[in-house]
């Protein structure tokens, strides 16, 4: 009897061994929870470090190809894309027809539907050319560029540092500016040379805004503008339909509400250098 009832005792131990073994306590749990929660967080925030890495890189771009706009004015009398003939050939550059929009020399990067030797091409390939960016664009031959001999938008324009973004170049109002968008089209047989769909978000486009003006959407040297743009950067005037904007005019704000669409990628910035 004493026996069997040791026999029964043992049996229990080690069945009771068995089901700690097999099993997790709570404080076991908890400690794999907080791990995961690190995990977590660690990733989220490594996220919006890399985002805000972005945004520095993109501000120190246009910062960068300002700097290359002046050091160009100042060697050949005249800005990229917008030098004449005469000047352009002297230095072994390449130009347009001298006509409206074709280096035609008034100052304004006009764009000329996609003729060859529109201004916003020229742009990019002078400052190519004169060793002032690090892009190597080459498109031009002769005495006319086109963004035809193109395989892909970054053959023509540069590509901003935010992923799905690039810099081009048009004129409003009597200045110039850099656009900062995702293009969609680069030539048109008729119309504008480039076309382009909104791919910062709100926050983004903010963020921008702030670290180069005043970060206002309707105000300053950088604007938002509409988030399908064709040629011409003009302003967006209206609350704005794609939720980039809250209202119209100087009372308008960027929409940086994370819970709603400040992430969702709706923007597209127009940046005044000249």
Same mark, same amino acid.
């Given at each position: 009897?004493?026996?069997?009832?040791?026999?029964?005792?043992?049996?229990?131990?080690?069945?009771?061994?068995?089901?700690?073994?097999?099993?997790?306590?709570?404080?076991?749990?908890?400690?794999?929870?907080?791990?995961?929660?690190?995990?977590?967080?660690?990733?989220?925030?490594?996220?919006?470090?890399?985002?805000?890495?972005?945004?520095?890189?993109?501000?120190?771009?246009?910062?960068?190809?300002?700097?290359?706009?002046?050091?160009?004015?100042?060697?050949?009398?005249?800005?990229?894309?917008?030098?004449?003939?005469?000047?352009?050939?002297?230095?072994?550059?390449?130009? @347009? *027809?001298? /006509?409206?929009?074709?280096?035609?020399?008034?100052?304004?990067?006009?764009?000329? &539907? #996609?003729? $060859? %030797?529109?201004?916003?091409?020229?742009?990019?390939?002078?400052?190519?050319?004169?060793?002032?960016?690090?892009?190597?664009?080459?498109?031009?031959?002769?005495?006319?560029?086109?963004?035809?001999?193109?395989?892909?938008?970054?053959?023509?324009?540069?590509?901003?540092?935010?992923?799905?973004?690039?810099?081009?170049?048009?004129?409003?109002?009597?200045?110039?500016?850099?656009?900062?968008?995702?293009?969609?089209?680069?030539?048109?047989?008729?119309?504008?040379?480039?076309?382009?769909?909104?791919?910062?978000?709100?926050?983004?486009?903010?963020?921008?805004?702030?670290?180069?003006?005043?970060?206002?959407?309707?105000?300053?040297?950088?604007?938002?503008?509409?988030?399908?743009?064709? @040629? *011409?950067? /003009?302003?967006?005037?209206?609350?704005?339909?794609?939720?980039?904007?809250?209202? &119209? #005019?100087? $009372? %308008?704000?960027?929409?940086?509400?994370?819970?709603?669409?400040?992430?969702?990628?709706?923007?597209?910035?127009?940046?005044?250098?000249?």
């Amino acid at each position: 009897m004493i026996i069997l009832k040791n026999l029964h005792t043992k049996a229990h131990k080690q069945r009771s061994k068995s089901a700690r073994k097999s099993g997790f306590t709570l404080i076991e749990l908890s400690i794999v929870l907080v791990i995961i929660g690190l995990i977590v967080g660690g990733v989220l925030t490594g996220q919006d470090l890399i985002k805000a890495a972005q945004v520095r890189a993109t501000v120190s771009q246009y910062e960068g190809y300002n700097t290359a706009v002046n050091t160009f004015q100042t060697k050949y009398n005249g800005l990229p894309g917008d030098l004449i003939a005469a000047t352009a050939s002297q230095f072994g550059l390449t130009y @347009g *027809a001298g /006509t409206a929009g074709l280096g035609d020399g008034d100052g304004m990067i006009a764009d000329n &539907s #996609g003729t $060859a %030797g529109v201004e916003g091409g020229l742009f990019w390939v002078h400052l190519s050319a004169a060793n002032l960016i690090g892009n190597n664009f080459t498109l031009a031959t002769g005495t006319a560029t086109d963004y035809a001999g193109a395989a892909s938008t970054a053959e023509v324009l540069p590509l901003a540092k935010i992923t799905g973004n690039y810099f081009w170049v048009s004129s409003s109002g009597g200045l110039n500016y850099y656009g900062l968008s995702g293009v969609t089209s680069f030539l048109e047989t008729t119309g504008p040379a480039v076309t382009s769909q909104g791919q910062l978000t709100p926050i983004q486009a903010y963020n921008i805004d702030l670290k180069i003006d005043d970060g206002a959407p309707n105000t300053g040297i950088v604007q938002a503008i509409g988030a399908s743009v064709s @040629g *011409a950067l /003009t302003l967006t005037t209206a609350a704005s339909t794609i939720s980039c904007i809250s209202a &119209s #005019g100087s $009372a %308008g704000t960027y929409v940086t509400n994370v819970t709603t669409v400040g992430n969702t990628p709706s923007c597209s910035l127009r940046m005044r250098f000249n």
